[in-house]
């Protein structure tokens, strides 16, 4: 998968050399690069922002430099899924991560300030055999895009084919199957006088099954009844 991203702030993205990402980019599943919006700025100041048009408080991101970065992004690969985070946008889910997982190319746009102008959404969209999403990673306001895409890479690299050892182990988390994941427990069976639930030391596959689902549906209901529709 090539994924790009398009930032004012791309030594933000330093941190996903380490951990999962970074052996997946070794091994060459993941090929990640980062572009400086102010790369693509004509001016001595290198300017990304103006004021909003019709008033109002904050700066918005200047439409020209973000034409020339797409331009130059999508030379070489012009049929990617860009990805404008935004609080505005359609909620990030597992299923969206699952849906961007299966793209050969993603291009991540991050808004800072008030926000981009909004015909840079319009006119991305508008290029031939590219698809826009404008996604949320939740209901709350950052100050801008990068923390978000990170997560949201997070997310969805994990699950490009390849990247975990035990596949099984993706199926068998929180929000695959609609349920929070059962709790987990390790050894010593005994620690500072709390016991592991007995079932789990029982060599019963059935029973250690059927309580981990009774776990499941449990916990969803008591911290996210809204999973189950309640
Ligand atoms: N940028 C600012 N807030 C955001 C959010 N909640 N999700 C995605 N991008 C954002």
């Not at 290198?46 to 130059?72: C, I, L, N, Q, S």
């Not at 059927?210 to 776990?215: I, N, T």
Request: proline share 7%; net charge negative; aromatic share 6%.
């Amino acid at each position: 998968m090539r994924i790009d991203i398009i930032s004012i702030f791309p030594e933000f993205f330093g941190v996903l050399d380490i951990s999962l990402l970074g052996k997946a980019r070794e091994r060459g599943l993941i090929d990640l690069t980062v572009h400086n919006l102010r790369d693509f700025t004509h001016d001595r100041h290198r300017t990304v922002d103006d004021t909003p048009y019709g008033g109002g408080a904050g700066m918005v991101m200047k439409p020209e430099p973000w034409g020339d970065a797409f331009d130059a992004v999508l030379a070489e690969s012009p049929s990617p899924v860009v990805v404008f985070p935004s609080p505005a946008g359609e909620r990030f889910t597992q299923a969206t991560a699952r849906e961007l997982a299966l793209e050969p190319h993603l291009v991540f746009g991050c808004g800072r300030y008030e926000g981009i102008d909004q015909r840079v959404i319009a006119h991305t969209a508008s290029r031939p055999g590219v698809r826009v999403r404008e996604v949320s990673l939740g209901d709350y306001v950052l100050n801008g895009g990068e923390v978000a895409v990170m997560a949201m890479i997070e997310a969805i690299g994990r699950l490009v084919p390849g990247m975990v050892g035990n596949p099984q182990s993706l199926t068998e988390e929180s929000h695959e199957d609609g349920l929070l994941e059962y709790p987990s427990y390790t050894k010593p069976a005994t620690w500072r006088d709390l016991e592991v639930p007995p079932v789990l030391l029982s060599g019963n596959h059935g029973a250690i099954a059927s309580w981990r689902h009774e776990q499941q549906v449990e916990r969803t209901r008591r911290v996210r009844p809204d999973l189950l529709g309640e």
